[in-house]
């Protein structure tokens, strides 16, 4: 019978095949190493431009996560919000309604320009009516706003105490808004005080002076 030789594998000689391959190696040539030198190296370089590319998508990655996730905080915030709106709509609209009520009550105490005249009238009448002696009632300068004019009105009068205050009270029930503004009490003669006041009444603006206030307004298109 026929003996199978056996070839043992003389590692110390491939080592040194692999070794040799690695010595004496150019870095400034790398074209000239041998084959498994230069394809370590490619292979080495490749993964290097992969995993820095794998980083600079995921930093790019993170940034655009993070804002995404504040998007998404702002989103849910809006939403309930909204659903709130949504769920006390009814009630909302109750609301509206009430505050139109109210507004058009106010409106209704601000007198026209015709009414004026009787308004400077009424605040007269509720001096006298209280016994007060009128040293001063000066109307000044209109001071025009956006919906409405204010008319300052310097006042003096002179009376007894009780009187000045119910004249006051007058004031704040008149059926118009009148309000008395950098009041001042001193003594005056024979037991009488003196009250030096700025009374402020209110009326609406006619259509002509709302468009001439707005077409003086700042951003006013001309």
């Avoid at 992969?50 to 980083?55: D, G, N, S, Y």
């Avoid at 998508?57 to 659903?83: C, F, G, I, N, R």
Wanted: net charge neutral.
């Amino acid at each position: 019978m026929a003996k199978i030789s056996k070839n043992p594998i003389d590692f110390a000689a491939i080592q040194g095949s692999l070794k040799s391959q690695f010595t004496g190696l150019d870095p400034n040539d790398p074209p000239s190493w041998p084959a498994l030198p230069r394809y370590l190296l490619c292979v080495a370089v490749a993964i290097f431009v992969i995993v820095a590319l794998w980083f600079l998508w995921l930093s790019s990655s993170d940034e655009e996560l993070t804002a995404e996730k504040a998007k998404e905080v702002q989103l849910k915030e809006d939403y309930t919000k909204k659903l709130a709106q949504a769920v006390n709509l009814d009630a909302l609209k109750k609301q509206r309604e009430q505050v139109q009520q109210y507004v058009t009550q106010l409106e209704k105490q601000l007198p026209s320009k015709a009414e004026m005249d009787a308004l400077l009238s009424d605040i007269n009448q509720a001096g006298l009516g209280r016994s007060l002696q009128f040293e001063l009632f000066r109307p000044g300068q209109v001071s025009v706003k956006e919906y409405y004019a204010e008319l300052p009105i310097a006042v003096r009068v002179t009376g007894r105490y009780h009187d000045i205050g119910a004249f006051a009270a007058d004031i704040a029930n008149l059926s118009r808004i009148v309000t008395l503004n950098n009041l001042a009490i001193t003594p005056g003669k024979e037991g009488t005080l003196v009250m030096d006041t700025t009374a402020k009444t209110f009326r609406y603006l006619d259509t002509e002076e709302v468009a001439l206030q707005r077409k003086s307004a700042p951003g006013a298109k001309k």
